[in-house]
């Protein structure tokens, strides 16, 4: 997005009604107003605009809006004397540029305030999102390149703008950098990312998911984000929000999308309204500590105890996360206004809510619904970690829920099938219920979702410990995992480093450790993992990354694989009088005109394919192409299949 240049006319027809408003007849704002959020807003939008106002004792002020096409509606005072919600109604047809919130007291005009009204962008409400056509490349920005070194530790001796009529002057950061340490600030950030974009691109993803770069200022572990400090600027340390668009722009010049990460159920104990909030129960409060219990069970068991869900809804996720209270009406338009500018103002393609499940679930489907209402075609995934399918279904929107409620979400996260395939491919020796036949049980139960297009699959985060530490660094076991990924339903996700099974620098088990720095993202760095020259350093990344490469790139153009159906093979063999399961998986993702077949040998010995089974879906055919050499083959019972390995091959139907 390019910067927008703001010119102040003082005859502009802007005001041109009645007596005009001279702007210089009344003061600037200093710290009379301290801030104004959202920080500017859109002619044409259909959610409705409510400023918060925060400013020393502003509430005994009186407000009125100058410049035209903008009124107020409503003015109401919060708990605490410094905050007024100002409802504004914008007209659809307002011109670009600034009206002033003017502020007086018995008649006289004491301060004013610029505020900016956009035009959209052409079809912006029409947006499209990601979906199973993409593959989403998951990355941490604190520890994926340091493109910029001069950021590392900010402080408050610079102004960046930040997509409002102002400018944001940096607060005092309160951790610096110091890459020794897993648990703090590396110095990754935004221009990191930047730089990078071609390999990504060039992996096969078509979209990124960026764990959060708001401003985190929490004293320890600040580097992940999830602790949030303000909503509307993005970390220093990353960049500042001018960035962030330049960013989301060239991403998509890439073919890119972009989907943010944001966080509705806490915030940090640095975030600047915890010293003054606007009314009590803005955040959840206890006499002492009052932790979550991690229960999502509660909202659909009939038995529930009341306080069980208490805590599920209102118990702090830890202690330096304070619990927003979304039953608050003030705070939840708040938090819909909020997501809806950072999708207009940077242009994104999607949102991806954290610990979506600890949040109260009836204000959450209002936020939902309010965000499409806006985006229709927008697409919003919900970390619901959940191991149990029906209650993982229970979150995704129009699940016919016996309790009736509909949580407007239209992707999750799933979990359970995460599970099943790391599960399964740590074990060799299996009986009837394990191995492969996992994933098989699994995908058994895809009868309970409402929209299976719509789940998120992936088989690490970066809340799991490293996948190469699970598989013990067997390259043929990450294979496995990258050939499922790219080929069973839904939306996947890919972890960055996972392409080249990345494994941890310590064995200290904790979420630093797993979240190591990308090789060659930072100056100095003894290989660079990036190119493919400092690659051929490391043939086992380099032939994992090519493998990856090739699956991701194929599937950008393989229609049968996003919205195909799925049947698949449950796997037995004769052993003496016993009937076990031989750890191998077969499935076919088809419509009408094409076909992938898709063999997974978990097994430590070869298999032969029991194509005569295999082939009654193809009527007989036998004759496809092999997706991971590009080679014609012909498929038959003879054809064997190594140990830990997988066959994909493509037919015409």
């Excluded at 540029?97 to 505020?115: A, N, Q, T, W």
């Excluded at 869900?309 to 209270?325: L, T």
Aim: charged residues 25%; hydrophobic residues 35%.
């Amino acid at each position: 997005m390019k910067k927008l240049t703001i010119v102040l006319l003082v005859s502009m027809a802007l005001f041109g009604c009645g007596q005009k408003f001279v702007p210089e007849s009344v003061p600037d704002a200093a710290d009379q107003v301290q801030r104004v959020e959202p920080l500017s807003w859109w002619a044409g939008m259909r959610t409705p605009l409510q400023l918060l106002i925060q400013g020393p004792e502003i509430a005994g002020l009186e407000l009125r809006v100058e410049g035209g096409g903008m009124k107020l509606t409503k003015l109401t005072p919060a708990e605490n004397p410094n905050f007024i919600f100002a409802d504004m109604e914008v007209d659809a047809n307002a011109a670009e540029g600034i009206r002033y919130l003017v502020f007086s007291k018995e008649g006289k005009d004491l301060f004013k305030y610029p505020y900016l009204i956009r035009r959209r962008r052409e079809g912006s409400s029409a947006r499209k999102s990601f979906s199973s056509a993409d593959m989403i490349y998951l990355l941490m920005p604190d520890r994926f390149s340091n493109g910029n070194p001069a950021n590392d530790d900010q402080y408050p001796d610079k102004v960046y703008g930040d997509g409002s009529a102002r400018a944001w002057t940096v607060p005092q950061m309160k951790e610096t950098s110091d890459r020794s340490s897993a648990l703090s600030r590396h110095g990754g950030d935004l221009q990191g990312i930047i730089d990078h974009l071609d390999y990504i691109a060039e992996l096969g993803a078509t979209a990124i998911w960026s764990t959060p770069l708001l401003l985190d200022n929490q004293k320890r572990e600040s580097y992940h984000g999830y602790a949030c400090s303000d909503y509307y600027h993005t970390d220093p340390r990353f960049g500042d929000n001018a960035l962030y668009c330049d960013f989301v722009e060239k991403a998509h010049g890439k073919g890119l999308k972009v989907i943010m990460d944001i966080v509705t159920n806490h915030c940090g104990t640095e975030h600047w309204w915890m010293k003054d909030m606007p009314f009590r129960d803005w955040i959840h409060t206890f006499p002492e500590h009052v932790q979550m219990n991690a229960l999502f069970s509660v909202y659909m068991d009939p038995a529930a105890a009341p306080d069980d869900r208490m805590r599920q809804e209102s118990g702090w996720f830890v202690p330096s996360m304070p619990d927003m209270n979304l039953d608050n009406p003030y705070l939840l338009k708040y938090f819909q206004q909020w997501a809806v500018w950072w999708v207009e103002y940077a242009d994104l393609d999607g949102l991806r809510v954290d610990t979506y499940p600890y949040n109260e679930p009836g204000p959450m489907s209002q936020w939902c619904k309010a965000l499409t209402d806006e985006y229709p075609n927008l697409n919003i995934v919900g970390e619901c970690w959940d191991a149990v399918v029906p209650q993982l279904a229970y979150w995704q929107k129009d699940n016919p829920n016996k309790n009736g409620f509909n949580s407007n979400l239209p992707s999750i996260m799933d979990f359970p099938l995460r599970d099943a395939m790391i599960t399964a491919l740590c074990e060799d020796e299996v009986w009837w219920s394990e191995g492969m036949t996992r994933i098989y049980s699994i995908l058994a139960q895809d009868f309970v979702y409402k929209d299976l297009s719509n789940m998120m699959i992936f088989f690490a985060n970066h809340d799991h410990p490293r996948t190469g530490d699970i598989f013990g660094g067997d390259p043929r076991k990450m294979k496995l995992a990258l050939t499922m990924l790219a080929t069973l339903r839904g939306i996947p996700q890919l972890y960055y480093g996972d392409e080249m099974m990345f494994m941890e620098s310590s064995r200290s088990s904790h979420d630093g450790s797993k979240r190591i720095d990308f090789p060659g993202g930072w100056e100095g760095d003894a290989e660079d993992l990036f190119t493919e020259e400092g690659r051929a350093g490391n043939p086992q990344a380099a032939e994992l990354h090519d493998y990856a490469a090739r699956l991701f790139n194929w599937r950008k153009e393989c229609p049968v694989i996003w919205n195909g159906s799925t049947i698949h093979y449950l796997s037995r063999r004769n052993e003496g009088a016993r009937n076990i399961t031989d750890n191998t998986y077969a499935y076919y993702r088809y419509d009408d005109s094409d076909a992938v077949f898709v063999y997974i040998n978990n097994a430590t010995s070869e298999r032969k394919l029991d194509w005569t089974r295999y082939s009654g879906f193809l009527s007989g055919a036998s004759e496809g192409t092999d997706v991971l050499t590009g080679e014609s083959v012909t498929l038959s019972d003879a054809t064997v299949v190594p140990a830990k390995t997988a066959l994909v091959v493509e037919f015409k139907r």
